[in-house]
C-alpha cells in the first residue's frame, strides 16, 4: 500500500510538471485557435535564456545571487516578449484568417527555427540551473509506512508554482480588461474586432502571456534536469494532457496533467513489468484517447456545436 | 589584341592553371567524414567528441601536413543522432574525395545498425569505436564493422568483474540483484544478452529497467529501484538520461557508488547537471580517463593556440574531447597501416579496411603518438576487429573523474562463444560466407 501511494504521490507531481508546459499550450489556443508546436521550443528559450544571464551575472560580473536571478528573469521575460512580438508580426499577422492547419504548419516551422536560434546564441551544452528552489528529498508517512513514502520538495514547489499560475491566470482572464478581450478574441475573431479590439495586440499580449508560463515551466524542469535541448521534447509530455484536459481550459490542464501524471507512472510501475517495460510515454496517449471516447472536447473543454 | 583582351586571356590562362593545380592537389588528397551532432537532445555530448576528431585531424594537417604527405580533407555532416539524417549524410558523404570516404564513425548504434547493410556494398569500413553491435568484432562476418577499444559485452562483463571485486569475488555475486537501466533502444539493449548469460553462470539476480528516449523522466523507474533495492545498478544511458537518473538515484537516495555507467554514461555532461548529487558514481572507461597526455603538446601549438579549434576552454581535456582525439588516432594510424602497404597515397576504403584489421599499435608507437596512460596496446585481426578487451573505471568527486581500479579484461570464455554464435546466426540470417581467416593476409 505504501509503495502505491508512493507511485500515486510521485505521479501526481510530475504531472504538475507536465502542466505547467501543457498551459502554454492552453493559452494561445484558447484566445487564438492556433495549437503552438513551438511551446516547448519557447521553453527551451526561456530556460537558455534564464540560465545563461545568471551564470553571466554570477560568475562575471559579479552580481549577489538575488539580483543575478531577477536580472535573468527580466532578460529571460525580455526574450519572449521579443519572441512575441516577431510571432505576431511575422507570422500570425500574414496568416490572420487562414485555416487553423495552415497556422499549426507555420508553428512548426517556428519550433525549428527558435530551437536553432537559442542554440546559436545560448550554447547547446547542458547548464545546471539553480534558483534556489529546494530539491533534497523529504520522507512522509515514515511511522506508518516501512521507509516512509518518498516526496521531492522540487516537485511541490512545481505544484505551488503550478498552483498560483492557475489562480493568477484565472484573475486575469476573468477579472481583467485584457483578459476579457482575450475570451472575446477567443469566442470570435472577426466579432471582437467589430466592436474594436485590437487584435493584434492581443495575440502578442497571449504570446507573451505563454512565453512567461513557458519560462515558469523552464526554471523549474531546468532545476531538475539541468537547461539543455531535451526541454524542448517537453511537449511532447504535454499533448495527452492537452488532449484530455482540452485544449481551451486552464483547470483542465491541471486536471489533465494529474491524471495523466499518476496514470502513466501506476502504468509503468505496475503494468511495466509485465510488457517488458518503458510504456509510460504511449500509456499516456492511450489513457487520452480512452477519455476522448467519453468526452470527445477533452474533460473540461469547450464543446464546439457547428450548424451546416 | 587589345590590351584589355590581352589581360582577360592572362587571367583566364591564370584561373585554368590554379584549377588544374587545385584538381591535382584534391587528387592528392584523403577524404575523411565527420557524422556529427552538434544539435539537439545529444549535443552535449556529440559536441565534445566532435571537436577532438576534428582538432586531431587539423594537428595532423598542420604538423606533419597529413598522413605521409597526403593531405586530409574533412567534412562534417549533422545527424542529430537520428538514424535517417545518419545515412543520408552516409549516402552523401560516401563518394566525396578522389577515392571516397575512407572511414565513417557514426557515433550511433542506431545508425551502425543501419549502415552495417550499406557498407559491405559500398567498400566502405566503419569504426565504431566502444559501440555498435557487439557479435560485430567477429570480423569473419563482420568484415566491414571494426568496434575498436571495446564493445558493449566487454563491457557488461568488466562492469561485473568490478562489482564481484568490490564484494569480495565472483563467489559472491550468488544471490545479489544488479539492476540494468538502459535507454530502450538497440543501444541500450545490447548488454542484456551478455548480462543475462552472467546472471546465469553466477547466480545473480538480474533486473532489466527500460527507460523510454529521451529518458528526462525517470520518476516511475527509480521508484521500482527503491522499492527492488539492488545491490547495484548498471547505467546504459545516452545525453539528458545519464544526468537524469545521477539526479534521480540522488531523490531516492540510492547510494552513487553502488551505480556503474557504461563509458558512454561516464563524462563530465553526464554528471555536472546532477551537481553534488553525482558524487561517488562511478563508470567504465573506454579506456582513456580525462586530462591531457603528451599529444597536447602538439595541439596546443598546433591547433588550439592558433584558434583553429572549434572546442571551448572547459572541453579541451574532457572525456569526451579525449575519445574524439582517439577516434581520429585510430583512423588515421589504420590509414597510415593501409599506406605502407598499398603507397603514400590516397586510399579506398578498401584499402582503408585492410588497414584497420591489420592495426597494431604497441605500448612504444602509443607513446610515440602521444597517447600513453590513454589506450593500451591495441592489436586488431580478422576475426577480432575489437582488438582489446580492456578497460578501467573511474569515480565522479563531485568536480572531477578520477580513475579507481587497475585494468580489467574482459573474461573471453563467456564472450567468445556469445560472438561466434551470434556472428553465424546474422551470417545466416544475412546469407553471408563467413571468411576463413587463417588464409588472410
Redesign the interface.
Known amino acids: 500500500m505504501g509503495?502505491f501511494l508512493?507511485?500515486l504521490i510521485?505521479?501526481l507531481l510530475?504531472g504538475v510538471l507536465y502542466s505547467l508546459v501543457a498551459l502554454g499550450f492552453v493559452l494561445i489556443f484558447k484566445a487564438s485557435g492556433v495549437f503552438n508546436f513551438a511551446q516547448g521550443a519557447m521553453v527551451l528559450t526561456a530556460a537558455l535564456a534564464l540560465v545563461r544571464t545568471l551564470d553571466i551575472a554570477q560568475k562575471e560580473w559579479h552580481w549577489p545571487f538575488w539580483l543575478a536571478l531577477v536580472a535573468g528573469f527580466l532578460f529571460a521575460a525580455f526574450v519572449m516578449a521579443i519572441i512575441a512580438w516577431a510571432s505576431e508580426r511575422l507570422v500570425l499577422r500574414k496568416l490572420v484568417n487562414q485555416e487553423g492547419i495552415i497556422l499549426f504548419m507555420a508553428t512548426i516551422g517556428m519550433t525549428f527555427f527558435i530551437?536553432?536560434l537559442a542554440?546559436t546564441v545560448f550554447g547547446?551544452?547542458?547548464?545546471?540551473l539553480?534558483i534556489g528552489l529546494p530539491?533534497e528529498?523529504i520522507f512522509i508517512l515514515e511511522s506508518v509506512f516501512d521507509?516512509g513514502i518518498?516526496v521531492?520538495e522540487l516537485d511541490i514547489w512545481a505544484a505551488v508554482i503550478a498552483g498560483l499560475l492557475v489562480a493568477g491566470l484565472a484573475l486575469f482572464f476573468q477579472r481583467t480588461r485584457i483578459g476579457r478581450a482575450l475570451r472575446a478574441v477567443a469566442d470570435d475573431h472577426a466579432a471582437a474586432q467589430s466592436v474594436g479590439i485590437p487584435l493584434n495586440q492581443i495575440w502578442f499580449i497571449v504570446w507573451l502571456v505563454a512565453g512567461l508560463v513557458a519560462l515558469a515551466a523552464g526554471a523549474v524542469w531546468g532545476s531538475?534536469?539541468?537547461v539543455?535541448?531535451?526541454?524542448t521534447?517537453?511537449a511532447l509530455?504535454a499533448l495527452p494532457v492537452l488532449i484530455l484536459g482540452g485544449f481551451t481550459s486552464v483547470p483542465g490542464a491541471i486536471i489533465g496533467g494529474l491524471i495523466i501524471g499518476a496514470g502513466?507512472?501506476l502504468a509503468?510501475?505496475f503494468l511495466?513489468?509485465m510488457m517488458?517495460?518503458?510504456i509510460?510515454?504511449w500509456f499516456a496517449y492511450v489513457l487520452a484517447l480512452l477519455f476522448l471516447l467519453v468526452r470527445p472536447q477533452g474533460l473540461f473543454g469547450e464543446r464546439i456545436i457547428e450548424r451546416v | 589584341m587589345g590590351l584589355r583582351k590581352l589581360a582577360l586571356l592572362g587571367a583566364a590562362i591564370a584561373s585554368a592553371g590554379v584549377i588544374v593545380a587545385t584538381a591535382a592537389q584534391a587528387q592528392n588528397e584523403q577524404f575523411i567524414p565527420g557524422l556529427v551532432y552538434?544539435?539537439?537532445?545529444y549535443?552535449?555530448n556529440g559536441?565534445p567528441f566532435a571537436d577532438g576528431v576534428r582538432d586531431y585531424i587539423t594537428m595532423l594537417n598542420e604538423r606533419d601536413g597529413g598522413i605521409n604527405g597526403v593531405k586530409i580533407t574533412f567534412e562534417e555532416c549533422e545527424t542529430g543522432y537520428a538514424t535517417d539524417r545518419g545515412v543520408e549524410c552516409y549516402e552523401r558523404l560516401k563518394g566525396k574525395g578522389p577515392t571516397g570516404a575512407a572511414y565513417f564513425s557514426p557515433l550511433s548504434t542506431g545508425i551502425t545498425f543501419a549502415l552495417t547493410e550499406k557498407a559491405p556494398g559500398d567498400k566502405v569500413p566503419l569504426i565504431t569505436m566502444g559501440y555498435g553491435r557487439s557479435e560485430s568484432r567477429d570480423g569473419a562476418v563482420f568484415e566491414w564493422n571494426f568496434p575498436l577499444l571495446g564493445t558493449y559485452w566487454t563491457a557488461a562483463n568488466v562492469a561485473v568483474q568490478h562489482i564481484a571485486k568490490e564484494i569480495g569475488g565472483l563467489d559472491k555475486l550468488k544471490g545479489k540483484k544488479i539492476a540494468l537501466l538502459y535507454h530502450?533502444s538497440p543501444y541500450g539493449k545490447e548488454p542484456i544478452a551478455a548480462l543475462e548469460a552472467m546472471s546465469k553462470k553466477y547466480g545473480f539476480e538480474f533486473l532489466?529497467?527500460?527507460?523510454?528516449a529521451?529518458g528526462?523522466?525517470q520518476?516511475?523507474?527509480w521508484?521500482?529501484i527503491?522499492?527492488q533495492r539492488p545491490d547495484y545498478v548498471l547505467l546504459w544511458g545516452w545525453?539528458?538520461m545519464n544526468?537524469?537518473a545521477v539526479?534521480e538515484a540522488?531523490?531516492?537516495?540510492y547510494p552513487r557508488d553502488k551505480m556503474i555507467g557504461v563509458w558512454w554514461s561516464g563524462a563530465e555532461?553526464d554528471v555536472?547537471?546532477?551537481?553534488d548529487k553525482g558524487a561517488g558514481y562511478k563508470a567504465l572507461m573506454l579506456q582513456h580517463p580525462a586530462g591531457k597526455s603528451a599529444v597536447y603538446a602538439d595541439l596546443e601549438k598546433y591547433v588550439i593556440g592558433p584558434g583553429k579549434s572549434l572546442a571551448k576552454p572547459d572541453e579541451i581535456g574532457s572525456v569526451l574531447y579525449n575519445r574524439g582525439l582517439i577516434n581520429s588516432m585510430l583512423g588515421t594510424e589504420s590509414i597510415r597501416t593501409a599506406m605502407a602497404k598499398f603507397g603514400n597515397k590516397p586510399m579506398t576504403g578498401e584499402q582503408v579496411r585492410w588497414g584497420i584489421e591489420h592495426l597494431d599499435l604497441t605500448a612504444d608507437r602509443i607513446k610515440q603518438l602521444g597517447f600513453e596512460g590513454m589506450i593500451g596496446p591495441i592489436k586488431v585481426s580478422c576475426s577480432d576487429h575489437e582488438g582489446t578487451r580492456l578497460s578501467r573505471v573511474h569515480q565522479w568527486d563531485g568536480k572531477k573523474w578520477n580513475v579507481i581500479s587497475d585494468w580489467y579484461t574482459a573474461d573471453d570464455s563467456i564472450l567468445a562463444p556469445m560472438v561466434k554464435e551470434t556472428a553465424a546466426k546474422y551470417a545466416t540470417e544475412k546469407k553471408i560466407t563467413p571468411r576463413d581467416c587463417s588464409k588472410e593476409s
Open positions: 509503495f508512493e507511485v510521485g505521479g510530475a530551437e536553432g542554440q547547446a551544452d547542458v547548464y545546471p539553480n530539491k528529498p521507509g518518498l521531492n531538475k534536469l539541468g539543455q535541448f531535451s526541454l521534447l517537453l509530455k502513466e507512472k509503468e510501475v511495466g513489468p517488458g517495460g518503458g509510460e510515454i | 552538434r544539435t539537439g537532445a549535443a552535449p559536441i530502450d532489466p529497467i527500460p527507460v523510454p529521451p528526462s523522466e520518476k516511475s523507474q521508484l521500482q527503491r522499492q545525453g539528458v544526468s537524469a539526479t540522488g531523490n531516492v537516495n555532461p555536472v547537471p546532477a551537481g
